[in-house]
C-alpha cells in the first residue's frame, strides 16, 4: 500500500539551529501539504503545495520557515532558527487533486525538540 | 469560517462498552466530513468519511451519518476495544483544498 513517506522521524535540536524535515508524498499525488501539531491539539496547516506552486502559506512564519517542492513531488521544510516554541508533530500529507471526495493521506509524522 | 468541533476528552471507557464522540461543524456549502484517528507517535489514519447530507461512513465497527440539519457528524461503536485507544480527530473540507480538523479528542479503553 503507498504511504507518504517522512523522514527524520525524531529531531531534537538547540534553539536557534537549523533543521529540515523531508516528505516524499504518494506517487502521483499533486498537492501536498505540510501541517504543524502541537501536542494535544489538532493539525494546523503551514503551507499547501499544487504541485510545485504553493497555493496557501498563510500560517507559515516567513521570518523562519520556508518550504520548497521544486519538482512538483518531494518537498522539504526547514527552519532557521529554531525556537523552543517550535516543538511540535511536523506532519505531512498529500492528496491527488483538489477534490471533496478525497481525504489527505498522512505521513508518520516528524516529532522536534527544540532544547 | 470554516471550523469543527469535538467534545473535550478525555473519554475513559471500559472495554465492549457504547462509545460515542460528538462533532459539529461550521461550513458553507456542503462540505465533505472525514473521522481520521491517530495513535501514540504517529501520525493520522483516515477512518470513515462522508461526502454528502445522510451519509453514513463506517469502517472497523465505526460509524457516523452526516446530519446537515444538525451540522453533525458524531462518531458511535457499539463495543470498544482496548486496542481502540487512540485519539480521534473529526475534520471536513468545503472543497478538498483545505482541511479544517478539531482539536481531537483522546480515547483511552480499559479491560
Known amino acids: 500500500e503507498a504511504e507518504v513517506a517522512q523522514s527524520p522521524r525524531y529531531k531534537i535540536t538547540e534553539k536557534s539551529q537549523a533543521v529540515a524535515f523531508w516528505c516524499d508524498p504518494i506517487?502521483?499525488?499533486?498537492?501536498l501539504y505540510w501541517y504543524r501539531q502541537i501536542l494535544g491539539q489538532g493539525p494546523e496547516l503551514l503551507v499547501q503545495?499544487?504541485?510545485?506552486?504553493?497555493?496557501?502559506d498563510s500560517q507559515l512564519p516567513k521570518d523562519r520557515f520556508s518550504a520548497e517542492r521544486l519538482k512538483g513531488v518531494d518537498s522539504t521544510l526547514k527552519i532557521q532558527p529554531a525556537e523552543l516554541g517550535d516543538s511540535a508533530m511536523y506532519l505531512c500529507a498529500s492528496s491527488p487533486r483538489p477534490s471533496r471526495n478525497t481525504e489527505a493521506f498522512f505521513g508518520q509524522g516528524t516529532r522536534l525538540t527544540v532544547v | 469560517g470554516d471550523s469543527v468541533t469535538q467534545m473535550e476528552g478525555p473519554v475513559t471507557l471500559s472495554e465492549e462498552a457504547f462509545l460515542t464522540i460528538n462533532c459539529t461543524y461550521t461550513?458553507?456549502?456542503?462540505?465533505?466530513l472525514f473521522w481520521y484517528v491517530q495513535y501514540p507517535g504517529e501520525g493520522l489514519q483516515l477512518l470513515l468519511k462522508?461526502?454528502?447530507?445522510?451519509d453514513k461512513g463506517s469502517n472497523k465497527g465505526f460509524e457516523a451519518t452526516y446530519r446537515k440539519e444538525t451540522t453533525s457528524f458524531h462518531l458511535e461503536k457499539g463495543s470498544v476495544q482496548v486496542s481502540d485507544s487512540a485519539v480521534y480527530f473529526c475534520a471536513l473540507t468545503p472543497t478538498g483544498n483545505q482541511f479544517y480538523f478539531g482539536t481531537g479528542t483522546s480515547l483511552t479503553v480499559i479491560p
Open positions: 461550513a458553507t456549502g456542503y462540505p465533505s
Open positions: 462522508a461526502t454528502k447530507a445522510d
Open positions: 506517487s502521483g499525488h499533486a498537492t
Open positions: 503545495f499544487q504541485d510545485e506552486s504553493v497555493v496557501d
